[in-house]
């Protein structure tokens, strides 16, 4: 997800509570007088003490969407994030990274897969009959039917419904859902209607949200979604903050915002029992462009494998 102008801060502090009945709100670390060794040694202890879900960084340096990633590649990826999380959330079923649910449980992870859907409708169905394929292997614990479709224009609501109610009569027993941003689940009640899960992205730094009021504007945006919902469980599919390469108005990227982010959605989404994927696993430099030089820096590991903030 990347920086969208109409819904610049769309959530402020007079309505951050709006939506409170669908979760519990925690203030987080006042990190007011935490010194920087402190703070490193905590997002440290915070890693260690593992998380719901992190979305796979697929690509070396070097690489991009449209290669074809190796199985060895995915499983040695896989080895260095498997201590720290229950569950891997995949983009894609195609061009190897359907590798990426088959090695996730090989490794006793569980799996939130995603088909891409994009206006090429032979790739889209690639995707679709391999999300199946998948999931008949008894691989794909969640499916996601397409990711910010709607946002790109990629595809029409019926046609994004067509490919949602496909996978749910091939895939009787396993929850499909559809990924966008949680505004939009409040702006296209059909979609949120036709989906077994909401899958809800949420990023208070796209929106020029300050740190310090980062995790009450996280909370917000999943009160929102819940709150369209209407009682149906509501998993936050992506969240995180990029350690360097730029600001947007309020928002600023920096080792020591990333670390402060980090932490505090974690602890919320142990307190309160969220489901909650991080973005994103390492580094990936392909993703520098419409998002800008911020885009390659929301790793935990940066782009060689190697875990940030941590001094050797």
Known sequence: MSYRKDHQSSINETNYTQHIGSYTHYDGVDFSSVPTKKLEQLWRDTLEKGMHGLCFSMYEDGQKPGDIISEEQVNRRIQIIKPYTKWIRSFSCVEGNEHIPRVAHQNGLKTLVGAWLGNDKTMNDAEIESLIALAKEGCVDIAAVGNEVMYRGDLTEDELLEYINQVKEALPGIPVGYVDAYYEFSHRPRITEA??????????????????????????????????????????????????????????????????????????????????????????????????????????????????????
Request: charged residues 25%.
């Open 195 to 312: 989906c077994d899960v909401i899958l809800s992205n949420c990023y208070p730094y796209w929106e020029g949200c300050d740190i310090d009021h980062s995790l009450a504007h996280m909370q917000a945006m999943f009160g929102q979604a819940a709150h369209a919902g209407n009682g149906k469980k509501v998993i936050i599919t992506e969240t995180g903050w990029p350690s360097e390469g730029g600001s947007l108005k309020g928002a600023f990227s920096s080792k020591e915002n990333a670390m402060k982010y980090f932490i505090n959605a974690q602890l919320w989404s142990a307190n309160d029992t969220i489901d909650m994927f991080y973005f994103s696993s390492f580094d990936e430099s392909w993703k520098v462009g419409a998002e800008g030089d911020v885009g390659a820096y929301w790793g935990l590991w940066d782009k060689d494998e190697k875990l940030k903030f941590i001094e050797d």
